[in-house]
């Protein structure tokens, strides 16, 4: 067991920062440290042209295999990656759920055709995809998906509505659970469709949330068509692929944004000290709490990476996503309390509403506990899977 | 960078925990908490010619010479087991000061089961001091707290020597010296209040002079030790209500089956899962940075560990006793000896409060200077 990194590691990081100084300058200075959770609304274009600017110099993809376009980097690069890039102030990315989720779960489950027609589209930076998973009646209940999809000829027709769906108003695909088999339910008779989202059928509305913005959005399918061919797996096997992708959450890319959360409390910290707070033992016991608990989160992360090859999930990767989601939170009301009364101002008149980056941490930091398995759903998880307690009965 | 125990390291957490569970569980622990000397010296002998006697003193002298990641192994399945023993006392906190030191003397001993040890520093509460007299040392002063300290055969007693921090050995009963062992709640550790009134020490007593800034190393390491034991034991007091709900049966059904029972069980494997992270991030850290590194890192990583870890510890130990419900609150059920154990583990070595203001001082909190910037 060890941590440090080995003289080969430390040049692969002046590598990629050196690329980050390098590239994050001109046009894309501006786009240091936004675009992040929260404020994915930011410099949108900017952002797609970053992208391709990474995608060409080959840094998307770090960690998929080579046979799939990727650099097949060891754990420890992709560590080092993710950290160096958040480091560096580098924005939120626009291409993450294709890097993240789809390329892999295309890579995993995926035909030949699928994987030459898709996989150079994410390592470019030039296809953007969504996942539709969610529904209005099928959020921590997710296997009660009601979209349907029916084999007409050589094309699925979609019928049916997805919500909370990041980045749809401006992705070219989108990764959709639909119920291929009539009268089915529950986790039989769904299907893993890659649908693309510029078409008649699908209607795109944003949702405005608490924060004033708009992350996620509403995806209606009205007779939405995709090719036979764009299944993954086969019909009927959607819930164990759907699976498959929730899997790849847990990738190296948390350590990411783990900086990108140290940032926010290095910001926090440094107001705590302006403003005198720092002084107040109360406050000086929460920030160092707070400090901990993401040294902790990192090492939980590198333990849960290190058991990569384990077929068995491990207890830490079980809890992370209750941890994280919740430290985070919590990071969110620290911030507020450093400010005190003056958490609550920010600049510009009166009847507008445009939050600074802590009131925008506050308040998205409240669906951290909610989306991707929301914090009751993660301790059901953790006590009949990782604990082996009796399970919830289903109706 | 691999965050996971090697093939050796995972060969001697089995041994540990399969010989621990056979002869050293809280079967043993009972048995033993009722005597005075609070130990079984006939089994303690098994566990020398294990080698954890030696596990971190270097092979040159009659060692393991493994490091920090091993002990912490060592010390999570002591936890688990709740093992009364001079470990603790001989191994992570004498045999850590003097590899700390670079000492000579007694690693031999301490490796070979020959003598048992304990350090009185930073670790207790109080103060000694030392005056030089002809050609020896004369301390006095008073120490509550010190583990081991009526039982152990070596005592380390830090002392203010000119301004500085000296380091004394004191071999076995000597004139001025009283040592009285305290009655406990949490019956498995043995604290003492050492009265030093008087004690004349020879010059060869003196173990180093300057040792201030060695016992800081080392007592940071113990810290990371004491959180590697808070892992085992809280996810003992985890197994053992997680096995007791699913077992007891009211309203027709396994109580385990209550989604109230289930997530406090969850948050139990929360504060489990990353208090180990803690612990072995801090043990990673203890061995790179060695004997003589940048202290700072291993001060940080060591602080955030024992504080996060032992409340974790305790945390589970009180959910365990709720979630046992009415016989958790027995003398029969083993919960009540890990709740104890917890809260003496809390105040052991600084407790949570002490070592978050310890993280704020060292994140830079009190660098307001450069806040004004």
Known sequence: ?395 | MNFAFTEDQLLIQDAARGWLGEFAGPAHARKVMATKEGYDPALWQQAVALGWTGLIVPETQGGLGLGFVELAILMEEMGRALYPSPFEATVALAANALTALGAERYLEAIAAGDITATLAAGNAIGEVTATPVDGGYRLDGLLRHVPDGARADLVLVAATLDGRTALFAIEGEVAGLTRTGLATMDQTRRPAELRFEGVALPAAALIAADAGRALALALDRAAVALAAHAVGAAEKCLEMTVDYTKGRVQFGRPVASFQAVKHQCADMALAVETSRSAAYWAACVADDCGHNGDGTALALAASGAKSWAGRAYFDCAATAIQLHGGVGFTWEYDVHLYFKNARALEAVLGDGAHHRERVAHLIGLDDLAEAAQ
């Open chain 1, 1 to 395: 067991m060890k941590l440090s990194f080995s003289a080969e590691d430390e040049a692969f990081r002046a590598e990629i920062s050196g690329w980050m100084a390098d590239h994050l300058t001109g046009p894309f200075a501006r786009l240091k440290n936004r675009g992040g959770p929260g404020d994915e609304h930011a410099f949108f274009e900017e952002r797609r042209a970053w992208e391709r600017h990474m995608g060409k110099a080959g840094w998307i993809g770090v960690g998929w295999p080579t046979s799939a376009g990727g650099r097949g980097a060891p754990l420890s690069h992709q560590v080092i990656f993710y950290e160096e890039y958040a480091r560096a102030g580098g924005p939120g990315r626009v291409g993450h759920i294709g890097e993240g989720l789809a390329g892999p779960t295309i890579v995993a489950f995926g035909s030949e055709d699928q994987k030459r027609r898709f996989l150079p589209g994410i390592l470019s930076g030039d296809d953007l995809w969504c996942q539709g998973y969610s529904e209005p009646n099928a959020g921590s209940d997710l296997a009660n998906v009601r979209t349907r999809a029916r084999l007409v000829g050589d094309r699925w027709v979609i019928d049916g509505q997805k919500v909370w769906t990041s980045l749809a108003h401006v992705s070219d695909w989108c990764f959709v659970i639909a119920r291929t088999e009539d009268g089915s339910s529950g986790h039989r008779g769904l299907s893993y469709l890659l649908v693309p989202m510029n078409q008649k059928g699908i209607t795109v509305r944003p949702i405005q949330q608490m924060t004033g913005t708009s992350e996620f959005n509403e995806v209606f399918f009205d007779g939405a068509e995709t090719a036979a061919e764009n299944i993954v797996g086969k019909p009927g096997e959607g819930w164990k692929v759907a699976m498959g992708t929730l899997a790849f959450e847990r990738g190296a890319s948390t350590l990411g944004q783990q900086m990108a959360f140290r940032n926010q409390l290095d910001e926090i910290i440094a107001i705590a000290k302006a403003n005198g707070r720092a002084k107040d033992p109360v406050m000086r016991q929460r920030l160092a709490e707070a400090w901990i608990g993401l040294q902790i989160m990192r090492a939980n992360a590198l333990r849960m990476l290190s058991q990569a090859g384990n077929p068995e999930l491990p207890r830490e990767a079980y809890v992370s996503k209750l941890y994280w989601a919740t430290w985070h939170r919590d990071l969110g009301k620290l911030a507020m309390d450093v400010l005190g009364p003056e958490a609550d101002v920010f600049p510009g008149e009166p009847g507008t509403y445009e939050l600074t980056a802590l009131q925008q941490l506050f308040l998205f930091t409240r669906s951290d506990t909610i989306y991707a398995g929301t914090n009751e759903i993660q301790r059901n998880i953790i006590a009949e899977r990782a604990l082996g307690m009796p399970r919830e009965a289903r109706a």
